[in-house]
Every structure is written in structure tokens, then in C-alpha cells.
């Protein structure tokens, strides 16, 4: 078992930046790839980033250039810097971990989640 524990969420005005964090904890040798997913309401949820165990990193086209996803593998957390914020960020982020060896793109093959973090862009 994963438990998974997300912080950072909160109200930021357009252009404003924010950094989610997910701490991990529990069989954390199993974990292959996390990732960070939204939903806005009315809509399905979505794959903002994900990054594999080595490194590998992948994004969504709406996020480039602008979400960095990272690891501390020494605190077991893992994080997205959010910077340029657009009032179309607004969802709840949910943290994702998967244990399959490979750079993980729908939600069902992760295999944990955490509660979600509100984020409000206003315009």
C-alpha cells in the first residue's frame, strides 16, 4: 500500500505561480511513475505531467512550457511547479502513483491516488 498526502493547492490571480506537493509514503520501493492529474468540473479528468522512476518526464500540449513536474526521492515527494497560471488551471490536482515500468498515460494504470488540492485561478 501507497499513501499518498497533497498540499499546495490555493487561490492565485492569471500570471500567478504554485508548487502541489505529494509525499509518499508506505511500499514506496514498488512506485515506477508519478504523476499529477486534474479535473474541472463537467470535464474528465487529465494527465498534466508524469515522471518515471528514471527521470522520463511527460506533459500535457496545455501545460508545456509552463508546469515543471520534479522527484526529492530523499522526502518521497514529488512535485509540480506551476508558473503562468491561466483560469483554464483551475481543476482539483490529484497525485498519481504507478508501479508498471513505463511512462504511465491513463488514469487507470496508476495504481494509487491521493485526495485532490483545490487550485482557483481568477482572472
Known amino acids: 500500500q501507497v499513501q499518498l498526502v497533497e498540499s499546495g493547492g490555493g487561490l492565485v490571480q492569471a500570471g500567478g505561480s504554485l508548487r502541489l506537493s505529494c509525499a509518499a509514503s508506505?511500499?514506496?520501493?514498488?512506485?515506477?511513475?508519478m504523476g499529477w492529474y486534474r479535473q474541472a468540473p463537467g470535464k474528465q479528468r487529465e494527465l498534466v505531467a508524469a515522471?518515471?522512476?528514471?527521470?522520463?518526464?511527460n506533459y500535457a500540449d496545455s501545460v508545456k512550457g509552463r508546469f515543471i513536474i520534479s522527484t526529492d526521492n530523499a522526502k518521497n515527494t514529488v512535485y509540480l511547479q506551476m508558473n503562468s497560471l491561466k483560469p483554464e488551471d483551475t481543476a482539483v490536482y490529484y497525485c498519481?502513483?504507478?508501479?508498471?515500468?513505463?511512462?504511465?498515460?491513463?488514469?487507470?494504470?496508476?495504481?494509487?491516488w491521493g485526495q485532490g488540492t483545490q487550485v482557483t485561478v481568477s482572472s
Open positions: 515522471i518515471t522512476r528514471g527521470r522520463s518526464t
Open positions: 508506505g511500499t514506496i520501493f514498488s512506485i515506477n511513475v
Open positions: 498519481a502513483v504507478g508501479q508498471l515500468p513505463a511512462m504511465l498515460v491513463c488514469p487507470y494504470e496508476y495504481n494509487y
